[in-house]
């Protein structure tokens, strides 16, 4: 079993920057990657970045050079930090673990941006 414990988000004006943390507890070593989604209201939850164990990377075209995922394995915590923020980012962000037999998810922490 992982556990995901999401923080860091809140309201920020456009243009603005968060942070969000995930830190993850449990069966550390069964998880291959992890990663960031998102759901907006009245939208569909989408893939935001990933990150894999080599620490390889994948970024959605929408956050392309304005996000940036990272991990420190020290504290099993990965970190999202968003830059230059627009009203469409506003959403719930979700933490997520893969690993060979499942998917694990957080409870989600709510980022709105304000115009």
């Known amino acids: 079993q992982v556990q995901l414990v999401e923080s860091g988000g809140g309201l920020v004006q456009a243009g603005g920057s968060l942070r969000l943390s995930c830190a993850a507890s449990g069966s550390i070593f069964t998880i291959n990657a992890m990663g960031w989604f998102r759901q907006g209201p009245g939208k569909q939850r989408e893939m935001v970045a990933t990150i894999t164990r080599g620490g390889n990377t994948n970024y959605a075209d929408s956050v392309k050079g304005r996000f940036t995922i990272s991990g420190d394995n020290a504290k099993n915590t990965m970190y999202l930090q968003m830059n230059s923020l627009k009203a469409e980012d506003t959403a719930v962000y979700y933490c997520?673990?893969?690993?060979?037999?499942?998917?694990?998810w957080g409870q989600g922490t709510q980022v709105t941006v304000s115009s």
């Open positions: 997520n673990a893969e690993t060979f037999t499942r998917d694990y």
